[in-house]
């Protein structure tokens, strides 16, 4: 599991059929000291995440884990939203 930041929404015209109920969202990656690492990738969001909040997501294979669907084309999943962090 990676952290990172919320930090815009994608929209789409069209989406592959199993994920038209789900948003996709901007994620920026980031340490457990908030500072930026990466560049900022596209996931599907499962929580409920909303711009500006800090989550915790999956990435490669695992990502389609928390869809309700066997197959689908993502490779990063919004699995988490993070209250605190205690470095």
Do not use: C, H
């Amino acid at each position: 599991m990676f952290l990172g930041k919320v930090i815009g929404n994608v929209w789409a015209t069209r989406k592959y059929e199993t994920l038209k109920s789900f948003k996709m969202l901007f994620v920026q990656p980031i340490n457990a000291n908030y500072e930026e690492v990466g560049e900022p990738l596209v996931a599907i969001d499962t929580v409920g995440a909303g711009t500006g909040e800090t989550i915790f997501y999956i990435t490669a294979s695992e990502a389609v884990i928390p869809l309700p669907v066997d197959m689908a084309p993502v490779d990063a999943s919004i699995v988490g939203i993070v209250d605190t962090i205690n470095n």
